[in-house]
C-alpha cells in the first residue's frame, strides 16, 4: 500500500474517534482523545512486539517511518491549518492587543529559546553528558513557540474571555512563524555549515520573517481582488485554496517565511474580503467550508502525533533529561511570559488569570514534533547518554508535546472558567451575563 491508503485509513480513524467522543462526552476534547487514543494504541503495539506477539510493532513502526511527518506538516497542511486558524483573527481585537502578541511572538520567544537551551546544557553538564550548547538551543528554537494548530483546537473550543483568547491565538499564530525562522537560523548554523556571525544570522531571521510578512500580504491582497471580481459562489471559494496551496509552497521556494505568510494572508482575507468580496451566500458556505478543513486535518495531524512515539529510541539515562524537559519548559515559559508582563501590566489592567493562562495555555503540538523530525540522524552522539542528539532532542520534544496536550490540555479549563468568573463578579452579571461579558471582551 502506498503513502495515500494509510493516510486514508488513519483519517478515518480520526473521525470515527471525534464521532465516538461526541457521543459519549460532548466535553473532552476531540484532539484530545484522538492523541490519547492513538498514543494508547503505539504502546499496545510496542508491548505485543516486546513479549514477541504478533510483531504488531514492526508493521506500525514501517508504516510511520514511511510517513514523512516533517515533510506532510511543514511544507504540507501546515498552510492550511494556519491559514484557517488566522481566518478566526478579528482584527479590531488584534489592533487592541497588537503590543502585547508582538510582544510574546517576539521577546518572549527568542527569551524561551535561550533559557530552555542554556538550562538543558548546564543540567547536562551536572550529569556529565556533553551536549554542545547549539544542539541545546536548537532543542530551545522548536518548543519554546506554542503550537497554533494545538491552541486553536483546544481554546477556541473552551469560548474563553476574547481579549485573553486572542492573546493566547494571536501570539500562538504570530510565534509559530517566528519560531520557524529562529529554528531555520539556529538549524542552519548546526547543521548547514553557516557561520554563526551576527550580520549572518541577523540577514538571515530577517529574510524569512520580514520577507513571509510582506508576501503574505501580496497574495493576500492579489486574492482579494480577484475573489470580488467573480460572482460565482463556488469559484470564490476555490479561490481561497491557492493561498495555502501555491502561496504556501512559492513561499518557502523564495525562502521566506510560509508559516508567516499564511497568517497574514489569513487575517487579510477574513478580516476584509470575508465581509466584501463575497456574496452573503458565499460567506457562509466559506465559513463552513475552512471549519471542515481545518477540523479534518486536526484530527489527521493528531493521530499522527500519538504514533510518532514509535519512533523513539531512548536509552535509560536519557529517560531523565527527558523528564526533566518538562518542568524546564515549563518555568523557561513563565519566566520569559512574566517579564515583559510586568511591564505591560502598568499601563493596562489584565484579567487576574491573564499570566497563568498564557504559560499553561501554551501548548505544544505537531509542528514542534515535525521540527524535531527535520534533525538528521547520526550528527552527534552523546556520551554518558548513549544516543544520538536527534533521539535525545525527539525524546524530549515528544515528552513535552504528549504533556501539553494530555496534562496542560486537560486542565487549563479550570483556569478559563475562572476568569470568566471574575469578568461576572466586576461587572456585577448573572446568568445570562456570562454569554454578554464573553462577547464585549
Known amino acids: 500500500m502506498n503513502i495515500y491508503t494509510y493516510l486514508c485509513f488513519l483519517a478515518t480513524i480520526a473521525i ?36 514477541n506477539w504478533f510483531n504488531l510493532d514492526d508493521i506500525a513502526i514501517k508504516l510511520v517511518e514511511r510517513i514523512d511527518f516533517k515533510d506532510f506538516l511543514l511544507n504540507g497542511i501546515l498552510g ?141 491582497l492579489l486574492a482579494h481582488y480577484l475573489i470580488s471580481a467573480t460572482d460565482d459562489g463556488s469559484l470564490e471559494i476555490l479561490l481561497t485554496l491557492t493561498i495555502p496551496t501555491a502561496g504556501f509552497m512559492l513561499a518557502n521556494l523564495l525562502h521566506v517565511s510560509g508559516a508567516l505568510a499564511m497568517v497574514v494572508a489569513g487575517i487579510l482575507i477574513g478580516n476584509w474580503t470575508r465581509y466584501t468580496g463575497f456574496s452573503k451566500q458565499s460567506r457562509h458556505y466559506f465559513n463552513h467550508f475552512w471549519e471542515m478543513i481545518d477540523h479534518f486535518l486536526n484530527s489527521l495531524l493528531f ?50 488569570y491573564t499570566l497563568q493562562v498564557l504559560t499553561w495555555g501554551a501548548l505544544r503540538g505537531g509542528l514542534a514534533l515535525a521540527m524535531a523530525l527535520s534533525i538528521p540522524m547520526g550528527q552527534f552522539h552523546i556520551e554518558g547518554l548513549n544516543m544520538d542528539v536527534r533521539d535525545l532532542i525527539l525524546g524530549m520534544t515528544y515528552a513535552v508535546v504528549t504533556f501539553s496536550i494530555l496534562v496542560q490540555g486537560t486542565t487549563i479549563e479550570n483556569m478559563i472558567r475562572k476568569s470568566k468568573e471574575i469578568i461576572i463578579r466586576e461587572r456585577g452579571y448573572a446568568g445570562i451575563g456570562l454569554a454578554k461579558s464573553e462577547n464585549k471582551e
Open 16 to 51: 470515527l474517534i471525534s464521532f465516538i467522543t461526541q457521543k459519549i462526552n460532548d466535553n473532552i476534547q476531540y484532539t484530545i482523545a484522538i492523541t490519547a487514543t492513538s498514543m494508547f494504541g503505539s504502546l499496545i503495539f510496542v508491548l505485543l512486539g516486546y513479549f
Open 80 to 220: 492550511f491549518l494556519l491559514f484557517a486558524g488566522a481566518l478566526g483573527i478579528k482584527l479590531p481585537v488584534l489592533k487592541n492587543q497588537k503590543w502585547e502578541i508582538a510582544t510574546f511572538a517576539l521577546f518572549s520567544t527568542f527569551a524561551s529559546t535561550f533559557f530552555i537551551g542554556f538550562m538543558i546544557y548546564g543540567i547536562s553538564q551536572l550529569f556529565g553528558w556533553h551536549i554542545d550548547l547549539i544542539y541545546c538551543i536548537l532543542f530551545g528554537a522548536l518548543i519554546s513557540p506554542d503550537d497554533p494548530i494545538a491552541v486553536l483546537a483546544i481554546i477556541k473550543n473552551l469560548k474563553a474571555p476574547k481579549r485573553l483568547a486572542m492573546q493566547v491565538e494571536g501570539e500562538s499564530l504570530f510565534n509559530d512563524g517566528i519560531g520557524l525562522v529562529i529554528f531555520t537560523t539556529v538549524f542552519a548554523v548546526a547543521f548547514g555549515g553557516q557561520e554563526p556571525t551576527v550580520s549572518g544570522i541577523l540577514h538571515l531571521f530577517f529574510q524569512e520573517a520580514l520577507g513571509g510578512i510582506a508576501f503574505g500580504f501580496g497574495i493576500g
Open 303 to 352: 493521530i499522527l502525533i500519538g504514533l510518532a512515539i514509535l519512533l523513539i529510541h531512548v536509552s535509560w539515562q536519557g529517560l531523565i533529561l527527558i523528564a526533566l524537559a518538562i518542568p524546564i519548559c515549563l518555568i523557561c515559559r513563565y519566566v520569559s511570559v512574566w517579564l515583559p508582563f510586568q511591564v505591560m501590566k502598568r499601563y493596562r489592567k489584565y484579567n487576574p
